[in-house]
């Protein structure tokens, strides 16, 4: 018996040294290990050997089994080797070939106007501040001094996630709520900017869209005047638009500012001169702006008397799009990579 075991591996060894693929070796698997092989089939002669031979019986079997199973393992590890000798050869490297172009990444056109306003109003002494996209009515209106029969609380123009007798919460409909906790927060001296995320109910056009960018700026100290409002618009924008950029004022109203102004740029694409841009005006609607309204300072705990206020806000949607003639804002929000990869930006 023990000779026909010997037999068998050496049958084994010569037939799995010359497997020449994973195909054959598991074939000889099979073959010499498997539930219908030859050394399985000696299983049968237990029943006639007594109890005292079976244990040698089963040793040869087992020693079989295990040394057959080493000579599946050496082919195996060998064919591996192998196929990865083939793989290097196959895929070694052309060094004369040209080199593939690497993509590099690039901001979007708002993360680079918006990130230029930080840079300049920081460098004025500014903070910034950011704030929550979902608001309370209170601190979106009433903190504002808006009324509660003003157009914009309808739901024709606010979007509402929450609306009740007890609470109401909506997405912010400008980035001015940022400046009520400030100044809920912190007491004057108060220097800050707060850029971000606004929605109102609008179309999905051209020039509008439901969700927009600001960038908010608010000063509270004393004696602080229409100049200083002035003259530190007039700075951002000549940072912005370069140094022959104009401005002009014009009265407006807004419930949180009182005197109120909207604010105009000379037309950087004319230069005042009249264009399709600027509709032959040579001015640009850019800011609305104005002193802190005293009812503002009296919701927030801020002596009116004592103290006084500028404040400003700009789109940076609008600002993006004509810096660099844009002539769809749906544009910003599609995520093209044939059109975001124009953009280069040297500050």
Known sequence: ????????IKKATIDIENVQS??????????????????????????????????A???????????????????????????YEKTIKSSQFDYTMPGRPVLRGGKHPLTLVQEQIEDVMISMGFQVAEGFDIEDDYHNFDALNTPK???????????????????????????????????????????????????????????????????????????ISFKDLRDTIDILLKK????????????HFFPFTEPSAEVDVSCFNCAG?????CKNSGWI?????????????????????KYTGFAFGCGIDRIAMLKFHIPDIRMLFENDIRFLQQFTFSR
């Open 285 to 305: 609607e850019l800011f609305g702006a104005g002193m802190v309204h005293p009812n503002v300072f009296d919701m927030v705990g801020i002596d009116s008397e």
């Open 240 to 251: 912005m638009f370069g140094k022959g950029c104009k401005s002009r004022f014009r009265p």
């Open 57 to 83: 019986f089963g040793k040869m079997v087992n020693d079989t089994l295990e040394e057959i199973g080493k000579l599946l393992e050496e082919a195996e590890q060998r064919l591996q080797e192998n196929d």
């Open 149 to 223: 029969d003003h157009p914009s609380r309808n739901l024709a123009d606010t979007f509402y996630v929450v609306k009740n007798h007890d609470e109401d919460l909506l997405l912010r409909t400008h980035t001015s709520p940022a400046q009520i906790r400030v100044m809920e927060k912190y007491k004057p001296p108060i220097k800050i900017i707060s850029p971000g995320r606004a929605y109102r109910n609008d179309k999905f056009d051209p020039t509008h869209s439901p969700v927009f960018h600001q960038c908010e700026g608010l000063v509270v100290d004393e004696g």
């Open 22 to 55: 994973f195909h054959e070796l598991n074939n000889l698997k099979s073959r010499f290990t498997g539930k219908k092989s030859e050394i399985k089939d000696f299983m049968k002669y237990l029943s006639s050997m007594t109890p005292e031979e079976r244990p």
């Open 273 to 277: 001169k009249g264009c399709s841009t």
């Open 1 to 8: 018996m023990k000779d026909k075991f010997q037999e068998i």
